[in-house]
C-alpha cells in the first residue's frame, strides 16, 4: 500500500465528504431505528431498503470504507487485504481455509471480491427432507423469495442469458448475456456440446452495458480482487451509497465487541470499538449481519446472566450445522494456449446434475462453473491445497496458459458437528477467537468424485488432457439457521430470532441447506425479503415513525 | 534444460505506463531496493532464501531477495493469519522455532547446519517436512507439515506476484484501466506475450 495513502483514516461515517470526525458526534448517537452489524451481501441490502423505508439506520463494519479508485489495485497479493484475515482456529477432518476465498472485511463485505456469478437456488433446495429424506426443510420456498430474486436482479442488472435451462427461472435475465465469452469458457461449452450437456452464459452480477452511471466490463479478470471500473457489483458501490443517499449512517473501522441486553430481554444495542475506544450504539432493533463465522462468534460471546449459553440460542444451535461448498478445481493442459487469466472468471456454466439423482447413489448435486486463475491464485492452491511443489510446481506454471479449468459449486449437507464454537485464545479486541471445525461427511464425498470426473470429462472431450485437481471450498453458509420450531432452529422464516424479538439475524448463516450453487443472490434477496417484514411490522405497531425521505436514490 | 520460458521476448514490465498508478507502484516495489529486514535474524534469511530455492525451482536471487522480504513483513505484521490449525503454534513462532528444528535435523542427519549441507541433501530435508518424515525429537513441540505449508505457501505466493515469473509464463498482468479486448480462443491483445517461433 503507498503510504500517501491510508485507508484506515478515510473511515467513519459517510460517503464522500459527508462526514464527521468524532464518532461522538454520530448522527444517531442517541438512538437509531435499526442498527445493522456488517455491510456486506446482506447488511448492504438491508440498509437500502430500511432507509429508504424511512428508518434510522446505523450500519457498523468492522473494515474500511474502501474507495475502488484508491484501495484496489490489479494484483492478487495486495488485494488479499480485502478478506477477513484475523486468524480463525480451524479443526476437523478438512479444515477450512478462511480468508479470501470465503470472507470479505470491509463495508460490502465478501461481494467486493466475489466472482459475481448470481444464481436463484432451485424449489429442491428450499426441501431436501420432503423430496430426499435428508437434513431438514427451509421454513420458506421459493415462491417466498422469488419476488426478492426478481426485484434484486432488476436493481442492479444482472446479466444473464435469454434463456437459461435449469430450475424455476428461466430467463430472461434484464441485461444481455456477456459477449464474447473468454477461451476457457468457450472450451466448456464446445466440452459440454461434444457430450450432449446443456451449457449457458453464466448469469452475473456483471453489467454488459452501461447502467446507473457506472460502465460495462472490460475483462480485466480481476473481480475476486475488487473490480476498479466499478463493472461488477458489490453492495460497497450500490447498496450502501444509496442508503446513505437515504439518511443512513456507516460506521466503517467499528469493530463490534458485544451485543447488549437489558433486563427485559431486549436487545438495546452494541458495544463496538474503534481506535481502541468503546462506544455504544442504541437502537430499536438490531440485526446481525456478519456471515457465518462472526454472527455466531458474537451471540455466543454475548452470553449474559439472562442467556448464559449466549444470544438467541435456547435451541443450542448457534454455531452449529456450518456449511461450505465443496469447490474442487479441475485443470486440464491443452495443445493450444487457453489464458485463463483473462476475462471474467465465470462465464459458462452448466447445472446439468444439479437435482437429485438417486442412480448416482447420492442426494442433491453441483454446478459445474467454467472458471479462470490468475498466478497466484492457482500456484498457491497448488502448493496449499494439493500438496505439488518444486520442480512439479515449476513445470506446471510454466505452462499456465495452457491449462483451461473448471470448478465445482456442490452441495454440502448440513451436519450439527461442523460447528463455530468459542476458543480460549483471545483477539486484540479481548474477545475470543473461535474454532471452525469441519469434516466433509459420506454424501459430500460422493458428490465430489462424480463432479470431478464429469468435469474431467468435459475437459476431455474438448482435447484436453486431465492434469490436476486442487480439493479446494468456497463460500459459507449455516450456524443460526432458519425455521419454524424454536428448539430446532435460531430464526423464524423472517429472520427474525426465536428468543429476543428485536433481534434478527440475516445473512447466510441462517441458511438451512447450501444448495448447489453459489449463493450471494440468495442471501441478498431474504435480505430484502427480511428488510420488507420488518417496515410491515412497524407499520402494523406503529411504533416507528415513518420519516419522510429525500427522493434520492 | 528446458528454457524457462515459452515467451523469450516479452516483458510485463514494458506495458507499465498503461496500469494505473497504484497498481504500478505495488508491483515496482517488488524490483527493489527492499527496506531492512523487520522480524528475520540474518540466519534466518539466509534459510528462507534457501528453502525458497527448492520451493519455487529457481536460484534467481533478485526474485528470491524480494520473496524473503515479502515473508518477512507478513511475518512482522499485525494482520491475522487466516486460519491456524487448532494446537499448532501462531505463525511468529511457527516460524522461528521451525527453522532452529530445520537446522537441528541437518545437524543430526549430516553433522552440519541446513545452510551447510549440499543442495540434494537440502532437497531431501524438505521432502521429509512435507510429508511430515523427518521423525525427531524436536519435531514434537514443532509440526512439521505445518511448517513446510507455512512457508511453502508464502513463498509461492510471492514468487507468482513478481513480474519476471509474469513474464516467463506469459501471464498479461494488470490490465486497468484498458482491459483484455480479444478474450475468445486463439486471439490474444497485442501487448500480450506471444510464444517465440521456435520453442517447442
Redesign the interface.
Known sequence: MPTKHDFVQHNCDHYDGNRYDHLDKRKYGEEADICIVGAGAAGGVLAYELSQAGFKVVVIEAGPFWNPQTDFASDELSMHSLAWNDTRLVAGNNPLAMGHNNSGRGVGGGTVHFTGVFYRFHESDFQLRTMDGVADDWPITYKDLEPYYEKIEKDIAVSGPKHFPWGPFQGPYPYPEREPISANSELFRRGCEKLGIRSAVAPLAILSAPFDGRPPCINRGFCNQGCLPNAKFSTLIHYIPKAIGHGAEVLSDCMVTQVVVDKSGRVTGVTFIHDDKEYFQKAKITIISAFCIETPRLLLHSACPMFPNGLANSSGMVGKALMTHTGHDIYAKFHDEVRIYKGTPVMAVSQEFYETDKSRGFVKGYTLNAHGSRPLGLAKNLVSKADIWGEKLYDIMRDYNFYAQITMVGEVLPDNNNSVTLSNEKDEYGIPRPIITFSYGENDNKLIVHGVQKANEILEATGGKPAFVIPDTGHLMGTCRMGNNSSTSVVDGFCRSHDIPNLYICSAAVFVTSGGCNPTETVMAIAARTADYIIEEAKKDGQYGMRKTSSMT | M?E???YINYNVLKEKEH??D??R???LKRLGPFIEYKFLSEHETKMILAIAE?????ERKEILLYVVH?LDNTLAS?????????GIP?HKILVRQGLKAVDKFAQKQYGVSFLEINKQQQ?SVLTAL?KGEAMQMEWQSIPQKELF?KL??EI??????HPT??S??????????????R??????DPW??K?DANEA
Open positions: 528446458q524457462r520460458t515459452r496500469w494505473d497504484h497498481t507502484e505495488i508491483v527448492h520451493i519455487v525451482y529457481d515479502n499485525p494482520i491475522g493469519e487466516n486460519q491456524r490449525k487448532v501462531e532437497l512435507s505449508k511453502a505457501t509461492v505466493s510471492a514468487y507468482y506476484s515469473v509474469w516467463e509464463i506469459g501471464y498479461g498482468g494488470p490490465a486497468y484501466p484498458r482491459g483484455y479486448v478474450v475468445e480462443t486463439g486471439l490474444t500480450e506475450a510464444r
